[in-house]
């Protein structure tokens, strides 16, 4: 008999991310607390407080990117049965762009509308799409073999989801690159489709739903 250690479990990753997350949403509010001593020296609160609109637009934007990556990323994770190395990394690569979420939203309230505009919608934008370019690094260096066990009450076949996971992986660099690129042409516009993505991401089980007859129609049927 082969003797090996076992994997760790998946509930340790989900503890992790949890926490990641947690800090990530109460390091976002820090931007808008810090107003207030400025706000309170201010003669017209209320004009001062539409002044830092950028700031709330920010705060808002970024509330809704991790809340909505933190329904997506424990939607996929209920159905993924037992833990190695790829998905152990795999996770850690999503929770190092959590944690520089507030580092972008922070650059983008402050760059709103000044100069130096497109640099705070391009690293917003980096900070948005970069853990799809290493999840897609990370699947081409394993030539697209994607090592993941999944429940039995998968919606899918195994290989149907693997192939949709592949799919939506390069689609959405695909577009994140067209639009970090954007952002250095016209960096409002580049905004624009971030809220886009954004809003369009705001109900992932929803939009899986949504999709599952066409996945099922287009894969399953060529796999028969």
């Known amino acids: 008999m082969e003797i090996k250690a076992k994997n760790i479990s998946h509930k340790l990753i989900d503890s992790l991310s949890d926490g990641v997350f947690s800090v990530a949403l109460t ?17 017209n609160l209320n004009t001062a407080l539409g002044r830092e609109w950028p700031t ?19 939607m996929g994770g209920q159905y993924v049965e037992g833990t190695n190395a790829w ?21 983008l309230a402050s760059n709103l509308n000044t100069p130096n505009m497109k640099w705070g919608v391009f690293y917003f934008g980096i900070c948005l799409f970069g853990m799809y370019w290493f999840t897609f690094v990370q699947m081409l260096l394993r030539k697209f073999v994607i090592p993941v066990n999944f429940v039995d009450d998968l919606p899918l076949r195994p290989e149907t989801m ?14 994140g690159v067209a639009m970090v690129s954007l952002s250095l042409v016209n960096p409002w516009l580049a905004l624009s489709g971030y809220f886009l993505y954004v809003l369009a991401n705001m109900n992932p089980v929803g939009t899986y739903n949504r999709a599952l007859p066409r996945m099922i129609a287009r894969f399953e049927k060529e796999s028969v």
Request: charged share 5%; net charge positive; no cysteine.
């Open 56 to 74: 709330f637009l920010a705060y808002i934007l970024g509330f809704v990117v991790l809340i909505s990556m933190w329904y997506y990323y424990h």
């Open 27 to 43: 390091l976002l509010g820090f931007n808008v607390v810090s107003l207030v001593p400025a706000l309170t020296k201010s003669e």
């Open 87 to 107: 998905i152990v990394w795999n996770h850690a690569i999503t929770l190092l762009w959590v944690s520089l979420m507030p580092f972008g939203v922070s650059l």
């Open 162 to 175: 693997r192939k949709v996971m592949i799919i939506s992986v390069s689609t959405v660099s695909v577009i």
